[in-house]
Structures are given as C-alpha cells and as structure tokens.
C-alpha cells in the first residue's frame, strides 16, 4: 500500500476542517437527495482521477443505498437505463462544472444548466453546485498529496 506525501491539509490545518464540514452539511440540507449529491461526489472524483474519492463516493453511495450496479455504471451514465432524468441532470452538470477547462466558450452551456434548472430549483441547484465544488477541492488536495483509496484521515 502506497502512503500519501503528507497528512491532508485540513487535518494539518484543523480550522480548515471545521469550514470544510460546514459547506459539506449545508449542501446536505439543500433538498437534494443524499444518493444523488453521492452520484455527483462519485463521478467528479472518477473525472479527476482522485481514486481516494472514488473509494469514499462509492462508500457514501451505498450507506444511501445505491446499488452495485448503478455505481458501476456511473462512468457510462449516458448509456445506462439506470438513471432518472434528475440523476442525468445532475451528472451532466457535474461534468461541464469539472471539466471546465475542457470547453471554448461557457463552461457549463445553457442546454445543461437548462436541464439541471428543470429539475432542481434554487436551493437545490445550490446544493448541488457546493458538492461539484466540494469534491473538485478534496479531489485537488488528494491527488496532490498522493492521498491512496481507502485511508481514513
């Protein structure tokens, strides 16, 4: 088992933790389900290539009770039938908001936001938008510091 370079920045610099679990807890209570804010952890971490965040996503997923088979196919949720239009709203936002360096033009095009906005209202997209964000920040912290899948800080 590899180890990583150095202990995780929020766990060197405790403060930042306590910011870091006030963000993660406010996009919990925006009204979004748990299982699909765990889809949009899971597949920005599979983007990034974060596999300590991928380990975590699928973890997250299933106490909500995902299935082995959706989690699967999360990296081809385009061509799966397991997912609602919601979940593919949210997927599809998760990655023009990840990849946005990918894109000439806007980051996220108006016919994905358009998509996401016909699902989830304000505070919900808000929930979502902080978990997109979330989980591009630890996905950076962790592939930094080499950070392996499974460890627990």
């Known amino acids: 088992m590899t180890t990583a370079r150095m202990k995780n920045p929020a766990m060197v610099l405790p403060d930042a933790m306590k ?47 995902e299935t082995d088979e959706r989690l699967h196919a999360v990296a081809a949720w385009r061509e799966a039938p397991c997912f609602t239009d919601e979940e ?38 808000a929930a979502i938008i902080l978990m997109i964000g979330l989980t591009n920040f630890f996905n950076r912290i962790n592939t930094t510091i080499e950070e392996p899948a499974g460890t627990a800080w």
């Open 88 to 125: 593919r709203a949210a997927l599809e936002l998760t990655e023009a908001a990840t990849r946005i360096a990918d894109r000439s033009g806007k980051a996220v095009p108006d016919p994905v936001w358009d998509a996401a906005a016909d699902h989830f209202d304000e505070e919900q997209l």
């Open 19 to 65: 910011g870091i679990q006030g963000i993660y807890q406010a996009a919990y209570r925006g009204g979004v389900s748990p299982r699909i804010l765990e889809l949009v952890h899971l597949r920005a971490s599979q983007i990034n290539g974060c596999s300590a965040c991928v380990f975590a996503g699928v973890q997250g997923a299933k106490k909500h009770g």
